[in-house]
């Protein structure tokens, strides 16, 4: 059985590279913005969760895992989603979190 971390707090982010390399059964980190931003007291912009972001993926890289991004929140919204992995692949990302079926 192997496992997903998700990161989606400031200490997750802080200790990412220790949390990646916690167990050998750890197959992925997914990145929580929503829940990070909401700690922060900030927006959870491109801009603003660039560098959480990428903290993830540059830990899951040196780990050997995959990273997963947030989900999109506006599920309804299909142009959004694809913008959002098309800003997401070329950080590293494997894939994204899904909060809805369709």
Same mark, same amino acid.
């Given at each position: 059985?192997?496992?997903?971390?998700?990161? #989606? !707090?400031? $200490?997750?982010?802080?200790? =990412? +590279?220790?949390?990646?390399?916690?167990s050998p059964r750890l197959a992925a980190l997914a990145f929580g913005g929503l829940d990070?931003? &909401? #700690? !922060?007291?900030?927006?959870? !912009?491109? /801009?603003?969760?660039?560098? %959480?972001?990428?903290? @993830? @993926?540059?830990?899951?890289? &040196?780990?050997? $895992? *995959?990273?997963? /991004?947030? %989900?999109?929140? /506006?599920?309804? +919204?299909?142009?959004? *989603? #694809?913008? #959002?992995? =098309?800003? !997401?692949? %070329?950080?590293?990302?494997?894939?994204? *979190? &899904?909060?809805? %079926?369709?």
């Amino acid at each position: 059985m192997h496992f997903i971390c998700l990161i #989606e !707090t400031v $200490l997750g982010v802080r200790f =990412v +590279n220790e949390i990646a390399a916690a167990s050998p059964r750890l197959a992925a980190l997914a990145f929580g913005g929503l829940d990070l931003s &909401a #700690e !922060t007291g900030g927006e959870p !912009t491109w /801009d603003a969760l660039l560098s %959480p972001r990428t903290a @993830v @993926v540059h830990a899951c890289s &040196a780990a050997g $895992l *995959l990273a997963i /991004d947030q %989900p999109c929140i /506006d599920f309804a +919204n299909t142009a959004g *989603l #694809e913008q #959002e992995c =098309v800003q !997401t692949r %070329p950080l590293g990302f494997a894939g994204k *979190l &899904a909060i809805h %079926p369709s």
